[in-house]
């Protein structure tokens, strides 16, 4: 589905606001926060001699993970997969980025790039494969001073808790195979659900795909679970029921391959809602 076709889609979709009492567990999209932090005039206003390092690159999207869920006792980072070949994110977004582009390679006291190139390095797979290493090593640094919530970080098939005194302890029950960060986003809060845990669990991605798969899910796993945009947080359970007819997603799922219960495994088909 073209991205045109997606928003009006969402633009069908009834959103409904959810109800937060209580600290809840936030699972956000990285590759969403990396496009949010993209750096700005502003930033390198507000600093000496006008520099904008990586090291303020890393902290300018901690802080935008925290800012957006101030009353998340749990946050995990959920990074899509850039080490295989023919990724479909790849081909998904070659229009964005389109072309080759030099290998960057990040440290915390250098000058970020320019706008131009700083776009145009995620062109490169290794680039982005570099970033996500980078900022997993300088988040748990930041992430061991904040001692009042857990912080997590999730690449294909591992998945490190930051906030653990030991630098490479893992959080297994969050890993799986799957190679997008829309599949593995809902792997996990499957298997919080399995876990027992209750608390309201929050997502916060972009992608419209994110947005239909989780109305699915949200009927077929008992819990609360809400998607983010903008500053509200909406009911999965609830938007998925649309008063028009329109073009719709259609998920069957299966355990062998998506990992999930309930027998649930992706088939992405069109169908019309009646």
């Known amino acids: 589905m073209r991205k045109g076709q997606k928003s009006k889609l969402i633009e069908k979709l009834k959103f409904v606001e959810l109800s937060i009492q209580d600290p809840y567990i936030a699972l956000i999209d990285m590759g969403f926060l990396w496009r949010l932090a993209t750096p700005s005039v502003e930033d390198k206003d507000t600093r000496d001699e006008n520099v904008f390092t990586w090291g303020n690159y890393a902290e300018k999207i901690f802080s935008l993970a ?4 101030r009353n998340a006792h749990t946050v995990v980072f959920v990074n899509d997969t850039y080490d295989v070949p023919n990724f479909t ?10 072309g080759v582009s030099k290998n960057i390679y990040m440290k915390k006291e250098d000058r970020i790039p320019s706008t131009r190139e700083f776009n145009e390095m995620f062109k490169n ?12 090593k300088e988040f748990r640094d930041i992430a061991q001073k904040k001692v009042n919530v857990q912080f997590l970080y999730s690449v ?16 297994v029950e969050f890993e799986c195979q799957h190679l997008e960060a829309d599949t593995i986003l809902l792997y996990i809060y499957s298997a919080i659900r399995k876990a027992g845990e209750t608390d309201v669990v929050v997502i916060d991605a972009e992608d419209t795909d994110v947005v239909v798969l989780s109305a699915y899910v949200a009927h077929k796993i008992d819990g609360d679970l809400g998607i983010k945009r903008k500053s509200s947080v909406y009911d999965s359970k609830f938007y998925a029921q649309i008063t028009t007819p329109t073009l719709f997603y259609r998920f069957t799922f299966s355990q062998a391959q998506m990992q999930l219960p309930h027998s649930l495994v992706m088939e992405r088909k069109l169908f019309l809602i009646q």
Do not use: G, M, P, V
């Open 66 to 69: 925290c800012a957006r869920h």
């Open 89 to 98: 994110k790849d081909s998904e977004h070659e229009h964005r980025y389109a």
């Open 125 to 136: 797979s290794k680039n982005k494969i570099r970033l996500q290493q980078f900022l997993k």
């Open 156 to 171: 294909r098939d591992k998945c490190w808790d930051l906030s653990s005194d030991k630098e490479d302890t893992r959080k």
